[in-house]
């Protein structure tokens, strides 16, 4: 008698059970940090970049990995130094001599995500090598522009700039990323369980594959098509004028971060299993999506403003669009 293998009789299909399926498979590595993941695994499906800012040894680069390797997907780490050059990222042409021309070897950014650690200890320099890919997802050398994969994310980690050794990321760059999200320090009982768990490195190892590349495509469709209101975009643009004109910033939010909150806005009403957004899901993203986006002025900061803070003024500070 042939006994069959013990394969499920269903896989994950929904849009609900493929998200909850990713972030299940961080969350066995992550410890206590759900809120984060979520939000991790939004960015990616609204076809974002994601900055995880933060002191060492936190989780940041554990977070981005297991990102990746939740993912059926071909993904690459590049640690950034001080010596890195922009062609470790890229490529570089190497001459031929059989043919005698000249064949681009594709670099590290040729991946469906890109895991960028430490991206502050590079030189801008380097870090602007990033700006043609994370905006118009392909890379130009020697004059020829050469397409990324699809679906392409950065992944990027940092310390805060306070650490020695680290650059300051440029305005241009930080406007890059979708999401900037911020681990702290695990709680009691998650901190017990990565004791239990002999720390992230064996965990990671062993995670496998929950979604295939096919599927996060078809979840990012699914994202797109989430529905935007009139008066909900209006909303948006509201909030991008009001951050203009508040006491405490001398650099509000460009139109590209109006853009980019609604991409957020769509990814967060689609995890909550509906068609449409409301401005609780605007409300729910905005810390996340536009604090690395504003410059506070120099005496708002020595008073003690903080980007989320302002963020958060801006956001109470706008009239919430009644239903109809």
Known sequence: MTVAPNIPTQQPSTFAQLFDAITANISSVVHGKREAIDMAVMCLLAEGH??????PGVGKTSLAKALAASIDCTWKRVQFTPDLLPTDLVGVSVFQKATENFLFQPGPLFANIVLADEINRASPKTQSALLEAMEERQVSADG???????????????????????????ESQLDRFLMRLSLGYPGRQAELAILESNGAADAINALRPVVTTAEVLRMCQAVRTVHIAGVLKGYLVDLAEASRHHHGLVLGLSPRATLQLARATRAYAAAQGREYAIPDDVKAVATSVLAHRVMLRPDAAARGLTAEIAVQEVVASVPVPAAR
């Open 144 to 170: 020829v522009s050469h397409r990324l994969p699809s679906p392409f994310m950065v992944a990027a980690t940092q310390n805060p700039v306070e650490q020695e050794g680290t650059y300051r990321l440029p």
């Open 50 to 55: 994601l900055l995880i800012e933060d002191v």
